[in-house]
C-alpha cells in the first residue's frame, strides 16, 4: 500500500466509532484533502472536555459554529460564552458561496444551508434573557473568593450569612448584604458581638470596600432576582434541535473578575442540579468559553483549583466544557491535561517565545509519521486545525490535520432588528425580565432600626440616665465562633455550598 491507502486506512480506523458521531471535516495529507477519509467525533466522549486554540482569525470562531451546528442537530443543547459578539448568526441561514463549495467538494461533505434555535442571554442590561443570582445562592465560600478575601474576612463573611441564615433575612442582592455589614458595625454591634464574637471595623470595611469594587464591575446587576434555573439551559425545540443558548459577554471583556465568578458559579450550579449520569451515548449539555484566558489569567490559585475540580466532577453529569483560546498555553496545565479533544488551528511564529510556544504544543500531541507536527502547527490554512479526539473506549486517536467544513449558518452577527426578533418571541425573555425585590435584609434590617430608634425614644422618656453598656462576658473570642461557623455543615447551603464540600478535599 501507498502512504495515501496507508493514511485513509489508518484515520478511518482511529476515527471509527459504533454509536453516533458529529464529522467535523476532512483529513489531510501533505497539504490535500482526501475525499475518503472523514475526521468523525464519537458524541459518547464529547463530556471529556476539549480545547480549540489558534492564532487570531485561522478559524476558531467558525470551528465552535460548525460543532455547535452538529451538536444542536444531534439534539444536544449548547451554551456559548460569547465575549466577542460574534456568534449570534447561527440563528440564521447561510448563504452558499464559491469559496464554500470548493471547501466542500475537497472534504466530499454535501453542503446545506440551516438555521438552529437561538436564546441570546445577558449578564447585564443588553436586550435578552436576563441571568442572574441571588447573594443567599452563592454561599459564603463563594461570595469570599470572588471578592478574594482572605481567610479572617472570610470568616466574617461566613458570620454575616449564619447572622442571616439565624435570623430569616435573605440575602437576594448586593444591597443586602452591604446593609448587613454597616448593621453589626454600628447599630446591631453589640448583638453581634454577645452572640457571635467581635468583629473588626478594619476587616468589614476592607469587605464593603471589595463588594463595592464588584459592584462597579456590573455585580449590582447580576446578583438579584429572579435567579436563572439550570433546567433552562437544556431545551429541545419542537424539531428535535437543541437550544443554541448565546451569553452575549461583550460588555464584561474588561472586567474578569465578574467574568470568572459567574462562570465559576453556573459550573457549580450545574453541577449541583444535574443528577449523576455514568456512561451515557451523548452529553446532556456543551459548554464553549470563548476567550478562556480572560478567566485563566486574573485567576487566584485558589479559584484555579476551583476550575480544575469542578472541571473534574462535572463530566459525570454529562457536560463537556470546551476553552477556546489563542494560545493553548493560556490553559492552566492542571486543566489542560482534562482536555480530551483538542482542536489546534494556526500558530503563529514571530519570537522565539511564540516559537518554544510552538515546540511545547507539538509535543502535547500525538506523534504522527504523516506530519511534522511544528511545521505543520505554522502552515495550516485558515479554517484548518490539528485535531486528536477520544475514541469510545477513551483511547487518543491518531493525529489528523483537518480541513473544516464550513457552517451552515450566517458567518456573521444578526441586526439589531434579528436580535430583537429573537428576544420578543422568547418566553424566557419574558420569564426572567421582571426585577423582583421582595423583603430581604435591607427591608428588614431598616425596620429593625427604625423600630429601635423609636423604642429608645420611648424608654429615654421614663428612664432619661440609663446608659448600656455590653457586657464584658458575653464577649466571645472571635477565631472560635468564626471557625465554627465555617465548619458547620448546615450553614454551607444553597445552590453553590457544594463547592465547599468539594473544594475540602
Ligand atoms: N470552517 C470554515 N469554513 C469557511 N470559512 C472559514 C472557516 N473557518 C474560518 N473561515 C474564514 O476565516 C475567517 C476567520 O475565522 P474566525 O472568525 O473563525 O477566526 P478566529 O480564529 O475566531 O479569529 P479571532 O481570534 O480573531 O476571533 C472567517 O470569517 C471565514 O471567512
Ligand atoms: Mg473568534
Redesign the pocket.
Known amino acids: 500500500m501507498n502512504k495515501k491507502d496507508n493514511f485513509i486506512q489508518d484515520i478511518n480506523n482511529g476515527y471509527a466509532s459504533k454509536g453516533d458521531n458529529i464529522i467535523l471535516g476532512g483529513a489531510l495529507l501533505d497539504g490535500e484533502a482526501i475525499a475518503e477519509a472523514h475526521v468523525k467525533i464519537p458524541l459518547k466522549t464529547l463530556n471529556r472536555h476539549g480545547l480549540i486554540a ?1 492564532a ?8 465552535i459554529q ?1 460543532f455547535s451546528e452538529q451538536l444542536s442537530n444531534a439534539g444536544i443543547p449548547v451554551l456559548m460564552m460569547d465575549i ?1 459578539g460574534d456568534f449570534s448568526g447561527i440563528a440564521k441561514e447561510g448563504k452558499e458561496e464559491g469559496f ?1 463549495t470548493e ?1 466542500h467538494a475537497k472534504i466530499n461533505i454535501p453542503y446545506n444551508v440551516a438555521s438552529f434555535p437561538v436564546e441570546l442571554m445577558s449578564l447585564s442590561k443588553q436586550n435578552g434573557v436576563r441571568l442572574r443570582a441571588t447573594v443567599s445562592e452563592f454561599g459564603p465560600v463563594l461570595f469570599s473568593r470572588i471578592l478574594d478575601l482572605n481567610d479572617t474576612q472570610a470568616g466574617v463573611v461566613a458570620v454575616i450569612f449564619k447572622y442571616c441564615d439565624d435570623n430569616n433575612m435573605p440575602l437576594l442582592d448586593l444591597k443586602d448584604i452591604k446593609k448587613v455589614i454597616n448593621y453589626i458595625t454600628e447599630e446591631g454591634k453589640n448583638e453581634i458581638s454577645a452572640n457571635y464574637g467581635k468583629i473588626s471595623t478594619a476587616t468589614t470595611g476592607t469587605i464593603l470596600r471589595k463588594i463595592i469594587e464588584l459592584e462597579q464591575q456590573g455585580g449590582d446587576l447580576f446578583f438579584g432576582e429572579l435567579s436563572f434555573e439550570i433546567d433552562d439551559l437544556m431545551r429541545i425545540d419542537e424539531n428535535g434541535k437543541g437550544y443554541v443558548n448565546i451569553i452575549r459577554l461583550t460588555d464584561i471583556q474588561d472586567k474578569p473578575k465578574l467574568f470568572s465568578t459567574f462562570m465559576l458559579s453556573l459550573l457549580a450550579e450545574i453541577y449541583q442540579q444535574m443528577p449523576e449520569k455514568g456512561d451515557v451515548s451523548q452529553p446532556e449539555l456543551v459548554i464553549f468559553i470563548d476567550e478562556a484566558h480572560l478567566i485563566f489569567n486574573e485567576a487566584s490559585k485558589a479559584l484555579l483549583e476551583q476550575i480544575e475540580t469542578i472541571v473534574k466532577l462535572i463530566r459525570s453529569k454529562g457536560v463537556g466544557i470546551y476553552f477556546v483560546t ?1 494560545n493553548p498555553m493560556d490553559v492552566p496545565s492542571g486543566v489542560l491535561a482534562q482536555l480530551g479533544l483538542k482542536i489546534q ?1 494556526a500558530l503563529r511564529a514571530f519570537t522565539a517565545n511564540d516559537r518554544q510556544a510552538i515546540k511545547k504544543t507539538a509535543d502535547n500531541y500525538p506523534t504522527s509519521q504523516y506530519y511534522k507536527t511544528d511545521e505543520l502547527l505554522t502552515n495550516l490554512g ?2 484548518e486545525a490539528l485535531v486528536t479526539a477520544l475514541n469510545e473506549k477513551g483511547i487518543p486517536t491518531p493525529l489528523v490535520a483537518t480541513m ?4 451552515m449558518s450566517r ?1 456573521d452577527v444578526l441586526t439589531t432588528d434579528e436580535i430583537e426578533a429573537i428576544n420578543s418571541k422568547s418566553k424566557l425573555v419574558k420569564k426572567y425580565a421582571e426585577e423582583i425585590d421582595r423583603e430581604s435584609a435591607y427591608e428588614i434590617l431598616n425596620k429593625k432600626i427604625a423600630d429601635a430608634v423609636q423604642a429608645n425614644a420611648e424608654q429615654e422618656q421614663q428612664a432619661p440616665t440609663k446608659s448600656s453598656k455590653a457586657d464584658p462576658s458575653t464577649t466571645s473570642v472571635v477565631t472560635k465562633s468564626v471557625l465554627k461557623v465555617v465548619t458547620s455543615a448546615t450553614f454551607i447551603r444553597g445552590v453553590f455550598g457544594v463547592l465547599s464540600k468539594i473544594f475540602k478535599k
Request: aromatic share 0%; hydrophobic share 25%; charged share 25%.
Open positions: 489558534g487570531t482569525g485561522t478559524g476558531k470562531t467558525k470551528t460548525v466577542k464554500i471547501r489563542q488551528h485558515i479554517g473544516m467544513r464550513a457552517p458567518m
